[in-house]
Structure formats: structure tokens, C-alpha cells
């Protein structure tokens, strides 16, 4: 690979599992850009949002996702929401190669239910969070994606070989 794998989709698709088994199974390095966020900040997500607002999260998300951008090549598991902005998306599509990872709502909503870490499901209803999220992100998923790879039923190591096994098929053809 001589550029970065970006993994898009959202909460609990399995980006940063998935992108670390990708990694290591491609011989790259791997970053995770809410990780490298919050080591920059020395703030974790939720302090953030709730200081800054989603807002202030994403002007932040978007700094890091320009570095990112540059350099060696690596696989680099996004935030969920990283294409609602436009500059993001056009940042994934012109630096990169994009996979969109889905999962149903089913999946994501076991996936997501033990983790704290996600301010923008800390409301009464997650399902229903959850199932707004994917109407509005969707399409912009899709709109970034070069490959898209389900992951619902997989383990996270069938995913990551899933992935690569559609790297590998696309560089051929």
C-alpha cells in the first residue's frame, strides 16, 4: 500500500478492532484518530463534547484528520462521524483509500451498549440514536467508500481479512 487506508462507518462497526488486526495483517502502522484526539488534548471525547460541544469536537477532529492525511502510509480508524463535514470528506477521498464498514442496527446497538465513551448515545433511547445516526451518515458513508465491507456475523478477525481480501481484489483489478 502506498497510501492510507481510512476506515469510516459508524459507532461500532468495529473501526479500531478491525483496523488494528488490518494493520498488522498489512505490515502497517495503525492509528486511531479519536485516540490520537484525545492524546493531543489530553482530554477524553466526552470532556470535550461537553465543553466544546459536538461542534468544537469536530474542528478538532478535523486538524487531526489533516495530519493523518500525510506521511507514511497506514490504517487509520476514524470517529463515526468524521464525514459530516465536507472538508472531510473530501480530505478521505483525495488522500486515501476508504472503507466503509457497516454492521445493522442490531449489531451496532450490542456493540455500543457497554461503552460509556460515546456522548452522543447518552440519551434515553440509544436504538433510536443510533438508527437517526445511520440515516443521516450513510450516505456520506457511501459517498467517501471505495470498498464497503459488512461485519455484521464476523468476527473481528474475519473482518479484517474481509478487508484485506477486497484490498488485495481491487489493487489486482
Known sequence: MTQPIFLVGPMGAGKSTIGKLLAA????PFADSDKVLEERTGADIPWIFDVEGEQGFRRREHAVLE?????EPQVIATGG????LPENRQ???ANGLVVYLCASLDQLVERTSKNSNRPLLQVADPREKL???IVQREPLYREV???VCDTDDCTPKQAAQLV?????ASALS
Open 91 to 93: 480530505l478521505l477521498i
Open 131 to 133: 438508527r437517526e445516526i
Open 25 to 28: 495483517q498489512l505490515g502497517l
Open 164 to 168: 484485506a481480501d477486497q484490498l488485495l
Open 145 to 147: 467508500a471505495d470498498l
Open 67 to 71: 495530519d493523518l492525511c500525510v506521511g
Open 81 to 84: 462521524g468524521i464525514v459530516l
